[in-house]
């Protein structure tokens, strides 16, 4: 069992990217297994601040191997831009990343596409990040889609020009203005820069390396309350964010499966329309916005915020098997007196701890209120030294999910963590 899984548990932007960072000197690769430029994880080094999109977040480990998976959906604009800002030589990285040919290209027309769907919903709208994620996802399923693969062919061009024109034809139907050509700019200097990097079967790359005991972490974007299938439908992304994803977007059998570390911030936040029980509409919530810097690292949207909702965190528990908790943005919670935590839902004057199917049940949540602490955290490194009513809060957290919390983020930067046996 050498591939550990790590995923959010909330609706994203839990700090994935910051954690795999830290724990990737511990892993021989890091492979990201769905989730597209849509995804933004930050991770902040030596005073400076760096966000991938694509790129697995073990790239600035050099003696580390990165892989993107096939379940990930690629824009090779976005590819291009971002290995360019990364600093170091294509050679270089290219001898430490590698493409799965089976990964499906993100094309110009998907984010028209994408643009014109969330256009015609009006009022319905779902809070799309505009990358040409679900669009792409949706050529997949309907066996449409261009692969990384299918780059190296001769004929690529000509298919290339054969969806364009089936994409072209379905927007006919929407009364949308677009210029393909701007849409186009930097996309095919982009198939060039992918070229350059190596393409291959990299599930059985993953398999190999598992086999020969080289430690894995398979790194998941977006978060559990997102997954197409277990999310807040439709208010979702468009592929499975939830550990059994890591399977089938990296090609790997459940039996390698080890530790799947769970994910969450200390209150809640979300991007985009959608269902949000515990969201805060006063100056609380403007708080913890300013103070956890919460602005998309994709779309720079302000984030909404509100407290620790433990019914939806304890359902991501359960449907993905976490053996482990790590919490981030824990000093963003200093200076509140008191701090609220869900603990369950009164839906039509009943309690439940169940999330109910509808998104538009009227969800009344039901809080505990835990002391605060007042103590700035982020030069702490010694989980013993934390302040009492934090480590009180950490051990509520444990008790009502059954899991340890066994690595607190005390800041953005790689050194602020805490890592507790």
């Not at 807040?232 to 790997?252: D, E, H, K, Q, R």
């Not at 984030?303 to 359960?318: E, F, H, N, Q, V």
Request: proline letters at 5%; hydrophobic letters at 35%; glycine letters at 10%.
């Amino acid at each position: 069992m050498n591939i550990d899984i790590l995923l959010g548990l909330q609706w994203g932007d839990e700090g994935k990217g910051k954690i795999v960072d830290a724990l990737s000197p511990d892993y021989d690769v890091i492979a990201r297994f769905q989730g597209g430029p849509n995804a933004g994880h930050s991770l902040e080094f030596n005073n400076v601040k760096h966000i991938l999109h694509l790129i697995p977040s073990g790239i600035f480990h050099t003696d580390k191997l990165n892989i993107i998976g096939n379940g990930v959906v690629i824009d090779p604009a976005v590819f291009k831009k971002e290995i360019e800002e990364l600093g170091p030589s294509v050679d270089e990285l290219s001898k430490r990343l590698i493409i799965s040919n089976k990964a499906n290209l993100i094309l110009p027309s998907h984010r028209i596409l994408d643009a014109a769907y969330e256009c015609s919903k009006g009022n319905s709208k779902i809070g799309s990040t505009l990358k040409g994620i679900g669009p792409a996802y949706t050529d997949k399923t309907g066996r449409n889609g261009l692969r990384v693969g299918d780059i190296l062919k001769e004929d690529f061009v000509l298919k290339y020009k054969d969806h364009l024109n089936n994409h072209l034809a379905i927007l006919k139907t929407y009364d949308f203005i677009f210029d393909i050509e701007e849409y186009e700019k930097g996309w095919f200097e982009g198939i060039e820069m992918l070229k350059k990097f190596p393409i291959s079967n990299t599930e059985y790359l993953i398999n190999e390396l598992a086999q020969k005991d080289k430690k894995i972490l398979a790194e998941g974007a977006q978060g559990t309350m997102l997954d197409l299938d277990f999310g807040s439908y439709p208010f979702v992304t468009s592929s499975n964010t939830i550990s059994a994803g890591a399977c089938s977007g990296l090609g790997a059998s459940p039996k390698l499966i080890g530790e799947i570390f769970g994910i969450f911030k200390a209150y809640c936040t979300r991007v985009g329309s959608g269902p949000f029980p515990t969201e805060l509409h006063d100056d609380t919530g403007t708080n913890l916005r300013n103070i956890g810097r919460e602005f998309g690292s994709t779309t720079g949207r302000p984030r909404r915020c509100g407290w620790l909702d433990l019914p939806a965190m304890k359902y991501s528990i359960m449907i993905n098997g976490v053996t482990r908790l790590f919490m981030t943005k824990a000093d963003v919670m200093s200076g509140f007196e008191s701090i609220k935590i869900c603990t369950a839902y009164k839906i039509d004057g009943k309690i439940c701890h169940e999330l109910p199917f509808n998104n538009d049940s009227v969800i009344e949540p039901v809080y505990t209120v835990v002391k605060g602490w007042e103590e700035d955290i982020s030069g702490q490194r010694d989980f013993n030294k934390l302040p009492l009513p934090l480590k009180n809060f950490i051990e509520f957290i444990e008790n009502q999910t059954g899991v340890p919390v066994t690595m607190v983020s005390v800041g953005p930067d790689r050194e602020e963590t805490i890592f507790r046996s």
